[in-house]
């Protein structure tokens, strides 16, 4: 503990702590078992949480680098942690949505589960004292939040994040309605390229049994349905990225085979 409470802390958000990274340029992100909704007047702690992300979101994050999406992803760590590539965040959350949820059902009165003609790419202004606001093209790039080109490099990643996990998900019984991303700007040399950043989890997207449309994912938790933990742990056995009697909460001792 006291080697962990000595490397500086950069940031510590909602879900994930950033602490200076070992080498320059790099940072290391912690996921926390903090739940949160509603810019967070709804919060808990979900134990195992934390764990189950890292785990989710570096599955993700590797097969992202393997197809050649480029991401702030180096390595997991530990069980909460993963080493990544300093980036300066875009303050914008990019989401895709495949079928009919949350704010864009409430906002237009589409039903949700109603399936797009296409998919459709939104952008969300990140500032919690507004809540998130959503915002137009017109906006990103007269207040200088993003440039055409950063703009148009932003879909493109967004649209193929969107083809592989869609793949990836329904290969394993989970349909893909909606997801977040976060992407950064990538200063290498004398040259900078958007990557993807932040996280990829069921914190971040809408993920339906393809059968029984059974929610796992986070609105479990924003509409108190019960069995978060439970959802999580399902998804990452499903990809086959956790034992079967792997522990996820608690702090107790974990037997190594
Ligand atoms: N999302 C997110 N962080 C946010 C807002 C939304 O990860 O701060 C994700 C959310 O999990 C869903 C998608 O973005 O997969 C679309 O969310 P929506 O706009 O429907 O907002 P919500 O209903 O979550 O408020």
Known sequence: MKAMNRRRRIYEGK???LYEGPEPGTLIQHFKDDATAFNKKKHEIVDGKGVLNN??????????????????FIKRLNMREQLIREVEIIPLEIVVRNVAAGSLSTRLGIDEGTPLPRSIIEFYYKKDELDDPMVSEEHITAFGWASPQEIDDMMSLAIRVND???????SVGIRL????????????????????????SPDSCRLWDVESDEK?????????????LEAYQDVARRLGILNENEP??????VLVK
Request: proline share 3%.
């Open 15 to 17: 879900a994930k702590i």
């Open 55 to 72: 785990r989710i979101s570096e599955y993700i994050f590797n097969h992202l680098n393997a197809i050649g999406i480029p991401t702030h």
């Open 164 to 170: 592989f996990l869609s793949g990836l998900f329904v």
């Open 177 to 200: 309605i909606d997801f977040k991303i976060e992407c950064g700007r990538l200063y290498e040399n004398d040259m900078m390229r958007i990557v993807v950043a932040d996280e990829i």
């Open 216 to 228: 796992l994912d986070k609105d479990r938790f924003r509409r108190d349905m019960g069995g978060l």
């Open 248 to 253: 996820v909460a608690g702090t107790g001792p």
